[in-house]
């Protein structure tokens, strides 16, 4: 009986994936802006700048699923419907984003 190991590799560092922490270094790396503005009709909308685009659509979808809200990721933002600027950073820290690096 032949046993066959095969785990996966990091393309970036060469790793196995459980010793890879390459995805913790490109998350401590980013800086986040997160503002309130005014959109159409003088509704508001939160925007999260400044997420990987490799992931902005992960978050912006965990972001609206947890804040129970509508919105969209374009051209690398994530628009968030309503004013949810205190809620989004807590969000972002337990996704694995440093909080020094979220700036409001």
């Known amino acids: 009986m032949e046993v066959e190991l095969t785990?996966?590799?990091c393309p970036k560092c060469?790793?196995?994936?459980?010793?890879c922490v390459c995805g913790a270094l490109e998350k401590?790396?980013?800086?986040i802006?997160?503002?309130v503005t005014?959109?159409?009709?003088r509704k508001l909308v939160t925007v999260v700048q400044g997420i990987d685009k490799n992931d902005v659509e992960?978050?912006?979808?965990?972001?609206?699923?947890?804040?129970?809200?509508?919105?969209?990721?374009?051209?690398?933002?994530?628009?968030?419907?309503?004013?949810?600027k205190r809620k989004v950073k807590p969000i972002l820290v337990a996704l694995g984003y440093p909080e020094e690096n979220i700036t409001m």
């Open 7 to 9: 785990a996966e590799i």
């Open 14 to 19: 060469g790793l196995p994936r459980e010793l």
């Open 28 to 31: 401590a790396a980013e800086k």
């Open 33 to 35: 802006r997160v503002y």
């Open 38 to 41: 005014k959109a159409k009709f």
């Open 58 to 84: 992960n978050v912006g979808r965990e972001l609206k699923r947890r804040l129970a809200c509508g919105g969209t990721v374009k051209e690398g933002q994530i628009i968030l419907q309503g004013d949810h």
